[in-house]
């Protein structure tokens, strides 16, 4: 059973500051991963996808890797801003398009 | 292009009640998955239509069940509410046979269970 891990669980930094989330998984089964972002009581925004072919995407400040070997992902937001603030999630994606999401990481910057 | 969209955005509903949830999907994809989401959790496939029929399933009871149109959109039905069915149920399209495609979700419908 496929399962998805993401740490820190929640994480406070200084505007401008560079930061990394981490996110695994137990099988490398996979088909793509996508990170999201989700701010309070919304739905989910897709930030960047890797296909599992690939080892790293990058949407202006944003730079996702993938070593689907050893199951991890990272997802690097350079000089944060307070607009940054908002819950991420990785989700990997397995046969029949269905998406298995870890529990999320809360980031908070602070101005 | 529209992007997906669902309705209601918030309901209240009290235990042992049944209740609908919509779901339009984007332009161009014909298929339609339904995820729970519970608070401070991540999102939990419940199951997903393609041409109008279930095509996989999550850890969810039958009370849980769905209907997909013939113009792609989608239905959530929950039947016997219980407490634990709280949670913003979230509708997510994409198109069928492409494992790689990207899944796109809409804003989601908060249920509350009293």
């Keep these: ?111 | 292009e529209t992007g997906v969209t669902q309705s209601p955005t918030h309901l209240i509903k009290t235990r042992g009640q049944q209740v609908t949830l919509r779901c339009s999907s984007q332009s161009g994809h014909n298929t339609v998955s339904w995820y729970q989401q519970a608070l401070g959790q991540g999102p939990q496939f419940i199951f997903q239509y393609y041409r109008e029929e279930e095509n996989g399933r999550g850890n969810f009871p039958p009370r849980f069940s769905g209907l997909q149109f013939p113009n792609y959109s989608s239905e959530l039905n929950v039947n016997a509410l219980e407490l634990d069915d709280s949670a913003l149920y979230l509708c997510a399209s994409s198109f069928h046979g492409v494992n790689t495609g990207e899944l796109f979700f809409g804003e989601g419908s908060r249920l509350t269970v009293l």
Excluded: H, M
């Design chain 1, 1 to 111: 059973k496929q399962e998805v891990t993401q740490i820190p669980a929640a994480l406070s930094v200084p505007e401008g500051e560079n930061l990394v989330l981490n996110c695994s998984f137990t099988d490398s089964a996979i088909y793509n991963l996508q990170w999201f972002r989700q701010d309070p009581g919304k739905g989910l925004t897709s930030l960047l996808l890797i296909q599992s072919s690939q080892r790293e995407q990058t949407s202006g400040r944003l730079n996702a890797s993938l070593d689907k070997s050893s199951g991890r992902s990272t997802l690097y937001i350079a000089a944060s801003q307070p607009g940054d603030s908002a819950t991420y999630l990785c989700a990997v994606k397995l046969d029949g398009n269905k998406l298995v999401f870890g529990a999320g990481t809360i980031l908070r910057v602070k101005s």
